[in-house]
């Protein structure tokens, strides 16, 4: 007489092996689902560096010969500096006031939705 062996996993098994996947699926996913406002405060974040970059280089520029860059007086006035001559769409500038051979760390430029950055900016004649 022969044994009639039979492979494979019993009920409990599957069960216990979809709860483990399940609880696993749920520690995981809310980590994935809100990579859109971070990618969007990068962004900002990106442009608020480019920002200071491009106030420093003017900075240099103008101090160096009062006929190079342009004046900035106003955190607003740092936004026609990026190379491509205005702010990429959809991003504003906070307006405040800058003295001249002043720095102004204060300056907030806000991105598509509410994500916003602080960027320095120095003000020159």
Do not use: W
């Amino acid at each position: 007489m022969r044994k009639n062996n039979q492979a494979g996993f019993t009920l409990i098994e599957l069960v216990m092996v979809i709860v483990i996947l399940g609880a696993l699926a749920a520690i995981a996913l809310p980590k994935f689902v809100d990579f859109g406002s971070d990618a969007k405060a990068a962004a900002v974040q990106g442009v608020a560096g480019a920002l200071s970059s491009a106030s420093a280089i003017n900075y240099a520029q103008r101090k160096l010969n009062s006929s190079n860059g342009s004046a900035v007086t106003n955190c607003t006035s740092v936004g026609p500096l990026l190379q491509a001559g205005a702010l990429p769409s959809g991003y504003t500038i906070t307006s405040a006031p800058i003295a001249a051979d002043a720095t102004n760390a204060g300056c907030v430029v806000t991105g598509p939705g509410p994500a916003s950055a602080a960027f320095t900016a120095t003000g020159i004649l």
